[in-house]
């Protein structure tokens, strides 16, 4: 079998790897980088580019559609989650929202891993980097906070064109303020309130990581998914059982049986379900699991870490009918025809909200959430949900004819956990327990937030003009302000969903050191959202570029260190 070689192998062309490739080779044009990725370059079959085909993508060739595990707390449900299976992964299918985490949410990172270069302040200038934020309709007081000359144009959905005026918008934010929502700030540190709904789509064209992030002069291998770490032993080098030093990362184990070797870092950007499987297929992860399956794998490093802490947006996404209009107010009137209204996601505000104290308090005290821990939630202004409203009733099986809407409650800040272990077979999904809606903290925020979603369709004067009533799924009843919380607690776990943010399965302080670098293993580090100590407010895309910029930069700084050093020898 032929062997190919670079100083850096990138497992994985999506969000994460696009852009550490990127960097690394600008930051050094000598290096020679080779970025596999198992699923295809999508443009010479796909529309990518629009928000109507890109939409489509969901459950195509371009998606891993990964199944879970059937999930005892919803029902036994079995849950498909979404994963990008091809070049520029999740930012080929994902809606193109722009937000981060509140500060707090990245100060608690930094708590829970030990590594004070991973707070809010030490992370800003990576968020910065990537973005350049052109006008928004309510600009925030302090700009500082933003990003003005990254690869990434973020814009508001209002001012990215004149025509494009939804016409249910004036009336849900006066629906808003009657519950008390005030108007606020995307990604300035503090999300709490009512903000206009931020995108990276440019003039209705999605920016996809590896059109951002030029790869020119990167030797790119799509279609070549990747079985394993080739560690020293694999190539002839010493084990790390016969001497003490650790391990070493050489390259990687191709499907089809080629090696590619890396003569610098193996860097693995696989995502959150795949990152953990690739490091236990090689013996990095827990001895229990990996040395009780019926084909033992040789534990090289045992870190218990590896699949655990499996994070995700856990979301009830519902269906609102509209009164009888004679004016278009969503998507599928024809008044609504105009092409600008179809530059992006058919929504323009979100807001996030915290919970009223007592519940938050009784919620803590039923999950035992005491200390540090218990102090960093019970801090004024943390964010526990997000709400939106959509113009249009996506993939519900109702006619897209302008009289349905459709809405999400997300969990931001869940507690539940979950986790990824091993499959069997060499081209078999990784095995996912989701663990979704377990403690009592998630189960309390989601019916509180439902309510309160509830409450503003159906129970505002702005809104009860348009809205008629909640469409319920085939075989429940409909839900209203004043269902029980047992009404709702059943729709969320009859129908409730992940927003397919998965994160924190080879997580910081257990897996990775503050250097992203596989704890006792040499040349191999996980530079995708599987870092994750903890979970973070708002849609990931825009923290997990900030997280490859700073990836970037620490490989490049190593990697001048040891040349600094070579030279002076």
């Not at 529309?47 to 993508?57: E, H, W, Y």
């Not at 500082?144 to 004149?162: C, D, F, Y």
């Not at 509209?322 to 600008?340: E, N, V």
Request: hydrophobic share 35%; glycine share 10%; aromatic share 6%.
């Amino acid at each position: 079998m032929s062997t190919l070689a670079a100083d850096h192998v990138v497992v994985g062309g999506g969000l994460t790897g696009c852009v550490v490739a990127s960097r690394l080779k600008q930051n050094d044009p000598s290096l020679n980088i080779i970025v596999l990725e198992a699923g295809p370059d999508p443009e010479s079959k796909h529309d990518v580019t629009s928000p109507m085909g890109g939409f489509a993508l969901q459950g195509s060739e371009l998606d891993w559609q990964y199944p879970t595990k059937p999930d005892s707390s919803t029902q036994h449900r079995v849950h498909t989650l979404t994963a990008g299976k091809t070049l520029g992964g999740g930012s080929v299918l994902n809606y193109g929202g722009w937000s981060r985490g509140d500060a707090a949410d990245y100060d608690t990172w930094s708590r829970l891993s030990g590594y004070k270069q991973w707070d809010y302040a030490s992370l800003l200038p990576y968020f910065q980097r990537s973005e350049r934020f052109g006008p928004t309709e309510k600009a925030p007081p302090d700009i500082s906070q933003r990003g003005l000359h990254g690869p990434m144009k973020i814009t508001s959905v209002n001012v990215s064109s004149p025509k494009r005026r939804y016409p249910l918008s004036d009336p849900l934010c006066t629906a808003w303020r009657e519950l008390g929502v005030e108007m606020a700030y995307g990604c300035i540190g503090r999300n709490e309130g009512l903000s206009e709904w931020l995108e990276n789509w440019d003039n209705g064209q999605r920016q996809a990581a590896h059109q951002a992030y030029p790869l020119d002069d990167i030797q790119v291998l799509t279609g070549i998914p990747v079985s394993g770490i080739l560690l020293a032993e694999d190539l002839g080098g010493s084990t790390s059982t016969a001497t003490t030093s650790p391990p070493r990362a050489t390259g990687v184990l191709l499907q089809d049986g080629r090696r590619v070797q890396a003569r610098h870092e193996v860097l693995l950007c696989a995502g959150a379900l795949r990152s953990p499987a690739i490091l236990m297929a090689s013996g990095i992860g827990p001895r229990s699991s990996l040395s009780e399956r019926h084909v033992p794998i040789p534990v090289v490093q045992d870190l218990p870490g590896v699949g655990a802490n499996m994070i995700d947006h856990f979301a009830l996404f519902q269906l609102f009918k509209l009164r009888p209009s004679d004016k278009g107010l969503a998507l599928g009137h024809p008044d609504l025809d105009d092409p600008a209204f179809f530059l992006g996601l058919p929504a323009d505000h979100v807001a996030n909200q915290g919970l009223p104290r007592n519940l938050l308090e009784k919620a803590l005290d039923e999950d035992g959430i005491t200390g540090a821990e218990r102090d960093a939630l019970l801090e004024p202004g943390r964010c526990f949900l997000e709400f939106l409203v959509m113009y249009h009733p996506l993939s519900a099986p109702v006619p897209a004819d302008g009289t349905y809407v459709a809405t999400s409650v997300m969990l931001t800040l869940p507690s539940s956990r979950g986790s990824v272990s091993l499959g069997y077979g060499p081209q078999t999904l990784p095995d996912i327990e989701p663990g979704y809606f377990t403690t009592a903290l998630d189960r309390l925020a989601l019916v509180h937030g439902v309510r309160r979603m509830l409450q503003l369709m159906l129970a505002t004067k702005a809104l009860q003009p348009y809205v008629e009533t909640e469409v319920p799924p085939p075989g429940h009843s409909s839900l209203h302000p004043d269902s029980s919380d047992a009404e709702i607690e059943a729709r969320i776990r009859a129908a409730g969903v992940a927003h397919f943010h998965t994160t924190g399965t080879c997580a910081l302080g257990s897996v990775v050191d503050a250097d992203m670098r596989v704890r006792g293993v040499e040349g191999l580090r996980v530079c995708d959202g599987s870092v994750l100590p903890g979970p973070v407010g708002g849609h990931p895309q825009a923290t997990l570029y900030g997280i490859a910029e700073k990836a970037a930069e620490l490989i490049s700084r190593q990697s001048k260190h040891e040349q600094n050093e070579t030279s002076s020898v």
